[in-house]
């Protein structure tokens, strides 16, 4: 067989697969919409979704932004010093 043949009938088949998932798709049956949740079953999933105080404890730490004054803190404390740079945004490649 022919490399002309061989991509005719590969382009061929193609196309009929496409048109056996198309047609299947069409076919089928919408599901019915849901209705919008009430207000008591909102509050119900907002009260397990939120996460626990416990949870965020660090929002709760001062930081600083400015190193000099966290490096005058952590003397004056003699407490070790967290650095955290990054190059461009945070999360910019996530």
């Known amino acids: ?16 697969g496409l048109l056996v998932v198309a047609a ?4 089928q049956a919408a599901e019915p919409e849901k209705p919008l949740p009430t207000g008591p079953e909102l509050a119900r999933l907002a009260a397990v979704i939120k996460p626990p105080a416990a949870a965020n404890k660090w929002q709760q730490i001062p930081w600083l932004t400015d ?13 070790p010093l967290f650095l955290w740079t990054v190059f461009g945004e945070p999360l910019d490649e996530c």
Do not use: C, D, P, Y
Not at 24 to 27: L, T, V
Not at 67 to 79: D, I, S, Y
């Open 67 to 79: 190193v000099n004054e966290g490096r005058k803190l952590a003397r004056e404390e003699r407490r």
């Open 24 to 27: 299947g798709i069409q076919g």
């Open 1 to 16: 067989m022919s490399l002309t043949k061989f991509i005719h009938a590969a382009r061929l088949m193609l196309g009929v």
